[in-house]
């Protein structure tokens, strides 16, 4: 220990994204996300059967609590699978106190990060094991496994910034993430409304 900071030490499983000391584990399936998917008949039918974990987060156990200052880090694994032609995605967010970035390091399998800002217009930045990505601030971020592998990847973000998942809920991502011809391609989502 250095003064009163913990000097603390994990270890990331690149593959798995497991770490090898966890606070929490959080898992999400499509039951948790029918709203979110463009075809939510499929969704539904999806999430009253089998219901599968579209994504899971490792957090690390909570090392500075209540300092703003501080930043917070976890891995996310995208299980590969999709609802109609839509590929599984994380929920996505902008952040409560939108000044704040974040940054985003591949580790294995391939995905997609969509980008968003509060005009609609987006982005999507292919990502693989070595792809680093920097989410500027005011800037919404979903990540989406477009493989047949899981996607995994590391975040680390200031913890003032907090995320704001009901301007998602409430309006959706302008654009999605759909599989045509076997390739991702993004599209236009005709449900986005502007805030």
Known sequence: MLGSSPVLANVIDFSSGALSEVGEVLLRRVSDLVLLFGDKAAAEVLAEGD???V???FLPPEREPGRPEALLY???VIYP???GDEYFMTKG???VEGECPEVYLGTAGRGMLLLMDRHGRAEAVPMQAGTVVYVPPETAHRTVNVGDAPFVFFAVW???AGHDYQSIAAHGFSHRILEEHGRPVMVSNPDWRQP
């Open 93 to 95: 967010h902008f952040h």
């Open 74 to 76: 976890a891995t996310t």
């Open 51 to 53: 219901n599968p974990v």
């Open 158 to 160: 200031p913890e003032k």
């Open 55 to 57: 994504y899971q987060v």
């Open 81 to 83: 699978g999709k609802v």
